[in-house]
């Protein structure tokens, strides 16, 4: 089974912090993907990446940053934690052949800015 | 069924039931459709997926049903089960300047009562 593992289950920061959260894929996928589920909104997509070192902005990339070094790899940064940036997030990964995706997701990352 | 808002639509069926999970999505040039389940702790997991191609896909237990004229994709689970009891998810495969994304709905609890 593909696993992809999320470094932290649980975070707490404080405003003006830098925040890393690291993802690892052990199935050698070509796509991963940041996402934040916050209640009632569903899934948004911050920022994915089809290649190492190439990174596209999701629907909501303000306030984030990422880093693609590695294949298996994908960190999400928060350059200076804001409260409103509170939320689960999730690291996804895709085989990404023939363009239809189907998402194996970590088990999350809930972070709490105060 | 999904809507876009703070409250989460919850079905409440007992155990033994058919289920039945609306998801309204927004493109017609979406290809590809999925549907993932999310229990409390955990990240997304997939479920069923179809293509625009077809209208009807079945696994075990679960059938998709795509109605793209009226943008319309359903969930059916057979004898729902107290572990079927969990949050699921609509995705849309959109199509995006040679990108291709999952935008996901806001979800759907399902309360299964024994």
């Known amino acids: 089974d593909v696993k992809v593992t999320q470094s932290s289950r649980y975070l707490v920061k404080r405003t003006g912090e830098k925040v890393f959260l690291e993802c690892v894929q052990d199935m050698d996928h070509e796509n991963m993907f940041w996402y934040r589920q916050d209640p009632g909104l569903g899934l948004r997509l911050i920022y994915f990446?089809?290649?190492?070192?190439?990174?596209e902005k999701g629907d909501i990339p303000e306030g984030y940053s990422v880093s693609r070094e590695k294949k298996e790899r994908f960190s999400l940064i928060l350059e200076s934690a804001s409260t409103n940036q509170t939320s689960m997030y999730l690291c996804?990964?895709?085989?990404?052949?023939?363009?239809?995706?189907?998402?194996?997701f970590g088990s999350g990352t809930q972070l709490s800015v105060l | 069924g999904e809507s876009v808002g703070l409250h989460l639509p919850t079905l409440s069926v007992q155990e033994g039931d058919n289920s039945i999970i609306n998801c309204a999505y927004s493109?017609?040039?979406?290809?590809?459709f999925i549907w993932y389940k999310q229990e409390s702790g955990k990240g997304p997991q997939f479920i069923i997926d179809?293509?625009?191609?077809?209208d009807k896909r079945q696994g075990q237990r679960v059938t998709v049903l795509l109605n793209k004229t009226v943008k319309h994709l359903s969930l059916q689970i057979a004898a729902t089960q107290p572990g079927d009891s969990a949050v699921y998810f609509c995705?849309?495969?959109?199509?995006?300047?040679?990108?291709?994304?999952?935008?996901f709905g806001t979800g759907t609890r399902l309360l299964v009562s024994p």
């Open positions: 995705a849309e495969n959109i199509v995006n300047t040679g990108f291709q994304k999952l935008v």
């Open positions: 179809i293509r625009s191609n077809m």
């Open positions: 990446s089809y290649d190492v070192k190439m990174k």
């Open positions: 493109n017609s040039a979406s290809d590809y």
């Open positions: 996804a990964s895709s085989t990404g052949q023939g363009g239809n995706e189907k998402l194996f």
